[in-house]
């Protein structure tokens, strides 16, 4: 979405300049974008990181700002969300669909404007956006296990306990499940554990063009503050530690 005047020479008073309203300039009407948007075929975040590289930008500035954004808002809130879980039975069966908006300034520093809930997937407005809404849809359905499985009627078949274990040398050694190298091994997982780690595998399997946010990329783990995890989420992260350490994909 982009504004539909261009913000220099900068007006307060057209609002049109700094404010993206319902009729707001679609990437294929934006003059530097339509090259890669439509002669080329580019999605609307390559097209924007393409004219952005085509000026001595970076986007990944961009991006990694945005991923921190939403990875933390997430943690700080998980306190919240996990008061409304204890209303229910299951404390795995959540999942929420929202839509954060970002400013982004000239010096490509990035703001949160808002977080909305249930966003609006219409494409009455701008037909053209129709398939983006499907995709959006269809990668959400996939990565949360709604839709049919088809004539799989074992869920061994999607995943088993050998997708799980990790750290063989470790565990071969581990006689004390409170040992923190142990707290992986197969032994030493509960029913509820080896649940969410089942659920955590087939997310990952199924994510399709989702990109997951927590736990952070290999590159930032020696970076990132442990400090405020709790055990479920500590325990988590040395699980795709460990998987990491048998296949890049799941770094």
């Given amino acids: 979405m982009y504004c539909t005047e261009k913000y220099y020479p900068f007006d307060d008073e057209r609002?049109?300049?700094y404010v993206i309203g319902d009729d707001y300039l679609p990437t294929w009407e934006?003059?530097?974008?339509?090259?890669?948007?439509?002669?080329?075929?580019?999605s609307m975040k390559e097209s924007?990181?393409?004219?952005?590289?085509?000026?001595?930008?970076?986007?990944?500035?961009?991006w990694l700002q945005i991923e921190e954004a939403i990875r933390q808002v997430c943690l700080k809130k998980e306190s919240q969300i996990m008061k409304y879980l204890s209303l229910y039975k299951s404390k795995r069966n959540f999942f929420e669909m929202m839509r954060?908006?970002?400013?982004?300034?000239?010096?490509?520093?990035?703001?949160?404007?808002?977080?909305?809930?249930s966003p609006n997937l219409s494409s009455a407005h701008f037909q053209q956006n129709q398939l983006l809404y499907e995709q959006v849809l269809y990668n959400l359905f996939s990565l949360v296990g709604l839709g049919t499985k088809g004539y799989l009627k074992d869920e061994r078949v999607m995943v088993s306990g050998k997708n799980l274990v990790v750290s063989p040398s470790k565990c071969a050694k581990c006689y004390d499940c409170t040992a923190p190298d142990c707290q992986l091994c197969r032994p030493c997982l509960s029913i509820e554990t080896?649940?969410?780690l089942m659920d955590a595998y087939l997310e990952h399997m199924n994510r399709k063009d989702c990109k997951r946010v927590f736990?952070?990329?290999?590159?930032?783990?020696?970076?990132?503050?442990?400090?405020?995890?709790?055990?479920?989420?500590?325990?988590m992260l040395n699980w795709f530690k460990a998987k990491c350490?048998?296949?890049?994909?799941?770094?």
Avoid at 48 to 62: A, C, E, H, L, N
Avoid at 100 to 117: R, S
Wanted: glycine share 4%.
């Fill in 15 to 17: 609002v049109d300049k």
């Fill in 30 to 42: 934006v003059p530097s974008l339509t090259k890669y948007y439509v002669d080329y075929g580019f």
């Fill in 48 to 62: 924007f990181d393409g004219y952005m590289m085509s000026i001595g930008r970076d986007p990944k500035t961009i």
């Fill in 100 to 117: 954060f908006d970002f400013v982004v300034d000239n010096n490509l520093n990035v703001y949160i404007m808002e977080v909305n809930m």
């Fill in 194 to 196: 080896e649940r969410v």
């Fill in 215 to 235: 736990p952070v990329h290999h590159a930032d783990w020696t970076s990132f503050p442990y400090d405020h995890l709790g055990p479920e989420n500590m325990l």
């Fill in 245 to 251: 350490e048998s296949d890049q994909s799941w770094c």
